[in-house]
């Protein structure tokens, strides 16, 4: 009850437990969340996403600085690789990001733990667990993983995809499906060559894919110089504005829908392998490696098993 306490006081300390149980799915985390869920659920959130070596690193601490100051309590969520020795995040975005002396921004680097959209599963209970500091408007970075980043248009208010000239291949191939998760598109590095080509790219897609009432609009920005970042932040207004009570509340529905999805399949996969036990499991294995069966096969009779 001490902690339950502590959290609902808003305490950085039993936050950032919090947010340790979380990650590491101590059953500690899910008692503590039932009991704080009624305040939570307040905050805006950015999804920030691109390829690595787009700068959404420089831009998110621009983007949280200026936010700042205009009066908002802000959270930062900079999603990690995971590193195969300690399951931990390794970039450590957190220490590398913020030149900011900014105390009231809260920054926190999160592992994906393996997983292969982008962010980690956990993101909507980490979330919810800043909010616990009062935290109105919270950005979520992502490890820039490609396309495989389209899942934080399922978990974000708002999603910035930041491209960069330059970057060859890899974000011609990236562009595809670029309109397809975003609210606003980035240029980032606009000073650097080829910048104003990528913006008519940009436009010629907007007018080939199928768009709804909002046409993301394309900001120039060079964060690094903190340039373009107040009309960024126009814009993230202007799409706020845009979405209203009633658009929100259905963006924030459909993301509600998504998390309990993802809940329901790792709470259901957990109970089927500890119902299967690990023993099973390393028979089924030593099978697969003699080459008695396949992993196909093997898969298809455990899922007979489990019914």
């Given at each position: ?282 028979s089924v294995a030593e099978d697969i490696l003699s080459r008695k069966t396949d992993p196909f096969t093997a898969v298809d009779e455990i899922k007979s098993l489990l019914k």
């Open positions: 009850m001490f902690l339950i306490d502590d959290l609902l006081s808003g305490d950085t300390r039993s936050v950032s437990r919090l947010i340790s149980w979380i990650e590491n799915g101590d059953e500690r985390a899910k008692n503590a969340l039932k009991s704080v869920w009624h305040k939570t659920g307040n905050s805006y959130t950015i999804g920030v996403t691109g390829p690595t070596g787009a700068g959404k690193s420089t831009l998110v601490n621009c983007l949280a600085d200026y936010s700042s100051k205009q009066g908002h309590k802000v959270g930062v969520l900079a999603i990690d690789p995971t590193s195969p020795f300690s399951g931990g995040a390794i970039l450590g975005d957190r220490l590398r990001m913020f030149s900011s002396q900014n105390a009231d921004i809260f920054i926190r680097s999160v592992a994906t733990r393996g997983h292969l959209g982008g962010v980690t599963p956990t993101i909507g209970f980490l979330v919810n667990a800043i909010e616990l500091l009062q935290k109105d408007l919270i950005f979520i970075e992502t490890v820039g993983a490609g396309q495989g980043d389209v899942e934080i248009a399922e978990l974000a208010d708002t999603t910035l995809v930041v491209n960069v000239p330059g970057l060859g291949d890899e974000i011609q191939a990236q562009k595809a499906g670029i309109l397809e998760i975003a609210d606003i598109l980035v240029v980032n590095k606009s000073d650097r060559s080829g910048a104003d080509r990528l913006v008519e790219e940009l436009k010629m897609m907007q007018h080939l894919g199928e768009l709804e009432s909002w046409t993301p609009p394309i900001v120039q920005t060079t964060a690094v110089e903190q340039i373009g970042i107040s009309l960024l932040w126009e814009n993230i207004e202007k799409h706020r504005s845009f979405l209203g009570s009633n658009g929100l509340k259905s963006v924030r529905l459909k993301r509600q829908i998504y998390e309990l999805q993802q809940h329901l399949r790792t709470s259901l996969y957990q109970d089927k392998i500890t119902e299967l036990g690990s023993k099973s499991l390393d």
